[in-house]
T-cell receptor, first 114, second 113 residues
Framework: ETGVTQTPRHLVMGMTNKKSLKCEQHLGHNAMYWYKQSAKKPLELMFVYSLEERVENNSVPSRFSPECPNSSHLFLHLHTLQPEDSALYLC?????????????FGSGTRLTVV | QKEVEQDPGPLSVPEGAIVSLNCTYSNSAFQYFMWYRQYSRKGPELLMYTYSSGNKEDGRFTAQVDKSSKYISLFIRDSQPSDSATYLCAMSVGETSGSRLTFGEGTQLTVNP
């Protein structure tokens, strides 16, 4: 398998549930990102990992908890979410430094909080 | 004021038309400029990557950067129905993961057969 793979593709969860989103990249990249995409809003950067260390946490609420166990895998753990957290969550990877190829995005997880 | 402004559309054109998509920005430190294409139910895919000012051409696609005006454009010649997608502009100051990409809202394009 190639590129960036995200699972699950769709997720419906209640506000009291705990779930995790998974991202896997097969490109040999060393930086990985979580983005949130909501309707009529620009992509919002949530977290950045470079060489498995978190280099940025963009003021994201603590109900979102990232984990990067190695350079190929990235998780986003979710708990006690709010309906306004419903969105498309995108994972991306890049080679750091030197990002002339831009980011490679996965297809995203469509999250609905009920 | 948003750092990057992009008209969300929607934009609808007939097949074969020339399409012009644009973004303006306020941060003069931006040096790297990208256009992404996002099909429905897919993640964005990189379409064009340019550094500093100038033009870059790839097939039917031409990207232009005018840093003096803080204005970037993407032109699509001989547009096809398969070009129907949302087009996102993105830009950054540097090239490392610590230099975040700032995205526009995206322009939704439909090319009618």
């Amino acid at each position: 398998e190639t590129g960036v793979t995200q699972t699950p593709r769709h997720l419906v969860m209640g506000m009291t549930n705990k779930k995790s989103l998974k991202c896997e990249q097969h490109l040999g990249h060393n930086a990985m990102y979580w983005y949130k995409q909501s309707a009529k809003k620009p992509l919002e950067l949530m977290f950045v990992y470079s060489l498995e260390e978190r280099v940025e946490n963009n003021s994201v609420p603590s109900r979102f908890s990232p984990e990067c166990p190695n350079s190929s895998h990235l998780f986003l753990h979710l708990h006690t979410l709010q309906p306004e957290d419903s969105a498309l969550y995108l994972c991306a990877s890049s080679q750091d430094p030197g990002r002339r190829g831009g980011y490679t995005f996965g297809s995203g997880t469509r999250l609905t909080v009920v | 004021q948003k750092e990057v402004e992009q008209d969300p559309g929607p934009l609808s054109v007939p097949e074969g038309a020339i399409v012009s998509l644009n973004c303006t920005y306020s941060n003069s430190a931006f040096q790297y400029f990208m256009w992404y294409r996002q099909y429905s139910r897919k993640g964005p895919e990189l379409l064009m990557y340019t550094y500093s000012s100038g033009n870059k051409e790839d097939g039917r696609f031409t990207a232009q950067v005018d840093k003096s005006s803080k204005y970037i454009s993407l032109f699509i010649r001989d547009s096809q129905p398969s070009d129907s997608a949302t087009y996102l502009c993105a830009m950054s100051v540097g090239e490392t993961s610590g230099s975040r990409l700032t995205f526009g809202e995206g322009t939704q394009l439909t090319v009618n057969p």
